[in-house]
């Protein structure tokens, strides 16, 4: 994943965990394709829709409404030969359609909305006050399978497999209902980042004009990983779990590691994968005594059962028995199930609104897959492998017969989902949002001047 | 606020809380001497609590500290004139600390921690005085209300390590405060939040009186920037420009920003020089290196600073890191994607402005995640890890303990320093602050015995004609 930052805090350049492409046998007529694409864009990405989005209302005819506020977002491409265009900018939906059409994008990332135009930075700058820095930008979050190498035994890396998924599942539930509960937004978006991941964009003006320090204390309020390459434990609860937590854990990670990720992951059933269980125990002797259990192969004569199921068992038992009623054993269970489970969200990627993200429906380089919407309510039903590919979508295209019957290129094609569910669950109500605050803020200004006027 | 050269002329505003806000600068007439004593008093407090800070002093250690720092030097032998002095000496380093982007942060940082200690020493009603300057209009929560949410704000409270273990939430009174207005508290999963709206405790009102100070504050010395370089600059050149100038560099100690005139690190030289010189959290990053050939973002950052605050050259800097990295991503990509970021550590892109390396507070409060190699060793390995380490420097099981005492306690750089004497037989009286600082002593150190080595064998002058390469 390539990650950059925008000038204002320090635009080094930071491009992690992008291992060399490995040949992907199975992929071959899956293939990306630079001439694929070019059809793409030609004939299925939503232009309309993106714009809408970023408009937020202000492509509108109402007074209040701020016409210079799309050409204020920065937009950047990366093109074929990792040529990167940072601080492109658009005055109109037109204006974006035709620049994706002839540069054709490998990748479009989404920057935030700065105080002038980004693409007249230079010329602002030169004319004397440092004006150009960042004014709205919305929330986001990053979460990446790779975060999750240490306790995903199916694959590493790049790779992502319908075992290790739900690891994201867990990510989008927790993480979406808290902010809609605890932090109140309502316009949240989240997306398949193409290959390993998902994105989430919350979209609230009250979320796109938080500060830095608003944003990092969002991300600190999720992060309960604290651990590192060189400290075993990963996670440390407190004596008491905040309520927040008390609910993730109660409505999504204790099921979720239950029912899928140990028998999934099969957490418990070598002594290798065992013991990174045990060593997160505090309580020697209860350590050893389940190692004593474990190992001891003929009491598990139950075939039946899985195996890993029938030693989580054993744990929660023993840790309630009076042998080992030790405080924080208790705890401890909690803390092996985060461990395994809770989101791990990219920090920095939240931290700051000048970090630049994917752009929903682009389509990833590597995969071939479109960074389509994910719908937190149905998310346990999303199948990253099922994904509609760039070749997919063409061989649709070339079946569907004439696509001059339709208004828009994907009606028809398996795209058509994803797009319909972005205007209707998401689209809709933040507009409907956006002209209700527009109109609200115009007509307290006009109250405001009134009332000097009459001073 | 006008300054006099002469006689004195106390005049003392009338009904001044005894915690200010600082708001204006006050209408008084200051002598010259006056003007500069003060301003380096409040200094002494404030670098007493940036050294605080930096050893990762608990909060109640902290208000101890900051009370005691404040008695022994913000007195004044007229008591009609103590609130003069506070105010007088805080609008002082204003001009002082106004003048660049760091020095702003770093007072900010400092007068808001000095702030917060300072009014959690107050009385509630004191305290309620100033929310009301503040314009902060709560409204606590009614009892309907209350009864909803009472479970969730035992259990925060109960959750929450620094609300102490008497809080009945029964007796508390709450706010409800936008959660934008409480970051911290936000942060540290401190407060209940609902819809948008955290649950705020009278005794966290700190952290909101905080916030609010801050960015009054950090809003004014971006006004008083604008002031000083348009025109105070200029009209004081004779008078008080020369001593804010001179206050400015006399008390924060150097940031290593440039590496040394005679500090100069070859490429040769580079991992001999790590094995013997370099603080754990240097040498970790650096093993991490030369062994995945691959650091994250953070890694590359901390270390790289370091190398060029320690006198590596911008050419070979780009030759080491080409070096490593390239195995794992090929000649091509590293001059593609991670040139440049070094060439901006250099200050030969973006800005252009030089980075400065990180000192041991900025490392010590970085959030490692996974994958990540740097931070402080002290503070992020585990116990067992960080022994291994040690051990593998060469400190011994005596010192280790003392060592890990350190660390339990949270004194990060305490644990460094005692690392720092043992190998080097030598103590450390100022203490480590810096990595730079640690490996510029520890140069002198093995240089003056390299010399000392010479003159009795005659043989290891090679080594030394090395270092000097
Ligand atoms: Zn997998």
């Not at chain 1, 060189?230 to 109660?250: A, D, E």
């Not at chain 1, 899985?306 to 054993?314: L, P």
């Not at chain 2, 001497?33 to 407090?45: H, K, N, S, T, W």
Request: net charge neutral; glycine share 6%; aromatic share 10%.
């Amino acid at each position: 994943m390539t990650r950059l930052e925008g000038e204002g805090g320090g635009d080094d350049m930071a491009i992690d965990g992008a291992e060399p492409a490995k040949p992907q046998l199975c992929n071959v007529p899956e293939g990306f394709d630079p001439n694929y694409l070019k059809l793409y864009y030609g004939k299925l990405f939503p232009y309309a829709e993106i714009f809408k989005w970023m408009s937020y209302g202000n492509d509108g005819k109402h007074p209040g409404c701020d016409h210079t506020y799309f050409g204020r977002r920065e937009f950047s491409f990366t093109l074929e030969n990792d040529i990167y265009l940072r601080f492109q900018s658009f005055s109109s939906s037109s204006e974006l359609e035709s620049s994706i059409k002839e540069k054709c994008p490998f990748k479009i990332d989404i920057g935030p909305v700065y105080t002038v135009d980004p693409a007249k930075r230079h010329a602002y700058a030169k004319a004397g006050d440092n004006v150009f820095s960042p004014v709205e930008r919305e929330l986001i979050f990053d979460i990446d399978m790779t975060d999750y190498d240490d306790i995903r035994y199916c694959c590493s890396g790049a790779d992502v497999c319908l075992d290790c998924w739900p690891l994201m599942t867990i990510a989008i539930k927790v993480i979406d209902t808290s902010l809609r509960d605890d932090f109140g937004f309502n316009h949240i978006l989240w997306a398949f980042s193409g290959r390993r991941g998902v994105h989430c964009w919350v979209c609230d003006l009250r979320a796109r004009r938080l500060t830095n320090e608003q944003r990092g204390a969002i991300a600190e309020y999720f992060r309960v990983y604290k651990g590192n390459e060189n400290n075993h434990k990963k996670v440390s609860l407190g004596q008491v779990l905040h309520p927040f937590l008390v609910r993730s854990y109660n409505e999504v990670l204790e099921t979720f590691f239950e029912e899928r990720l140990l028998p999934g992951q099969k957490l418990l059933e070598t002594e290798e994968r065992f013991e990174n269980v045990l060593q997160m125990i505090p309580d020697e002797s209860f350590a050893s005594d389940l190692r004593g259990r474990w190992q001891d192969h003929r009491r598990s004569s139950n075939v039946k059962e899985d195996i890993n199921i029938v030693r989580w068992q054993q744990l929660k038992h023993l840790s309630k028995s009076g042998k080992h009623k030790a405080q924080g054993l208790r705890r401890c269970v909690e803390e092996i199930v985060f461990s395994f489970t809770y989101p791990r969200i990219d920090m920095e990627v939240s931290k700051h609104m000048n970090h630049l993200l994917k752009a929903p429906f682009c389509v990833h380089p590597k995969t071939g897959r479109v960074c389509v919407p994910i719908d937190p309510d149905h998310c346990e039903e999303f199948d990253p492998t099922a994904v509609p590919t760039l070749s997919s979508l063409l061989r649709e295209l070339n079946m569907g017969g004439p696509v001059a019957d339709h208004e828009n290129g994907w009606e028809g094609t398996s795209l058509s989902k994803s797009i319909r569910f972005f205007r209707s669950s998401f689209l809709q109500p933040l507009l409907k949002s956006c002209k209700e605050e527009i109109e609200a803020s115009y007509n307290t200004e006009l109250q405001q001047s009134k009332n000097s006027l009459s001073w | 606020m006008e300054v006099v050269p002469t006689h004195r002329k106390a005049a003392v505003p009338d009904a001044t809380p005894a915690l200010p806000l600082y708001r204006s600068a006050p209408q008084l007439e200051v002598r010259l001497e006056d003007f500069e004593l003060f301003a380096i008093d409040r200094l002494r407090v404030l670098k007493g609590i940036s050294d605080a800070l930096s050893r990762g002093k608990r909060p109640d250690e902290m208000e101890n500290l900051v009370s005691g720092l404040w008695k022994a030097n913000m007195r004044h032998q007229d008591s009609s004139r103590v609130v003069e002095k506070d105010v007088i000496s805080h609008f002082v380093l204003r001009l002082v600390y106004c003048r660049t982007e760091d020095l702003r942060k770093w007072f900010l940082s400092m007068e808001t921690t000095l702030f917060r200690y300072r009014f959690r020493l107050l009385s509630a009603s004191a305290q309620r005085v100033i929310m009301g300057e503040l314009d902060l209009p709560y409204n606590s929560v009614i009892s309907a209300e209350f009864e909803n949410v009472k479970d969730k704000l035992n259990q925060v409270a109960r959750s929450s390590v620094s609300a102490g273990p008497s809080l009945h939430t029964a007796e508390t009174l709450f706010f409800k405060v936008p959660f934008e207005e409480v970051p911290e508290l936000v942060a540290g999963r401190k407060v209940f939040i609902h819809k948008g709206f955290a649950y705020v405790a009278m005794h966290q009102v700190v952290s909101v009186v905080v916030t609010q100070f801050r960015s009054l504050l950090s809003k004014a010395l971006v006004l008083t920037n604008r002031k000083w370089t348009s025109s105070i600059r200029e009209q004081e050149q004779d008078r008080l420009t020369p001593i804010v100038e001179a206050l400015s560099s006399s008390y924060i100690g150097p940031d290593y920003s440039q590496p040394e005139q005679f500090s100069e690190m070859s490429l040769r030289e580079i991992d001999k020089v790590a094995a013997s010189s370099f603080p754990l959290c240097m040498r970790h990053l650096f093993e991490k290196l030369r062994e995945d050939h691959h650091l994250k973002h953070g890694g590359r950052m901390q270390l790289g600073l370091f190398l060029k605050g320690a006198g590596l050259k911008l050419d070979d800097a780009l030759a080491f890191w080409k070096a490593e990295l390239s195995r794992k991503v090929g000649a091509e990509r590293f001059d593609k994607e991670y040139a440049y970021s070094i060439r901006h550590n250099y200050g030969k892109e973006g800005k252009r402005t030089d980075y400065t390396p990180y000192s041991c507070q900025k490392i010590i409060l970085s959030t490692p995640g996974v994958g990540d190699h740097h931070g402080c060793p002290y503070r992020y390995f585990s116990d067992e890890n960080l022994r291994a380490a040690l051990g593998k420097m060469g400190v011994g099981s005596q010192i280790m303990e003392d060592v890990m005492d350190k660390v339990r306690n949270r004194h990060y750089q305490l644990a460094c320093t005692l690392t720092f004497e043992s190998i080097h037989g030598s103590s450390c009286d100022a203490g480590i602050n810096h990595p730079n600082q640690y490996f510029k002593d520890s140069q002198k150190i093995l240089q003056a015995k390299v010399i000392h080595s010479c003159s009795t064998q005659g043989i290891k002058c090679t080594i030394q004609a090395d270092q000097r390469a």
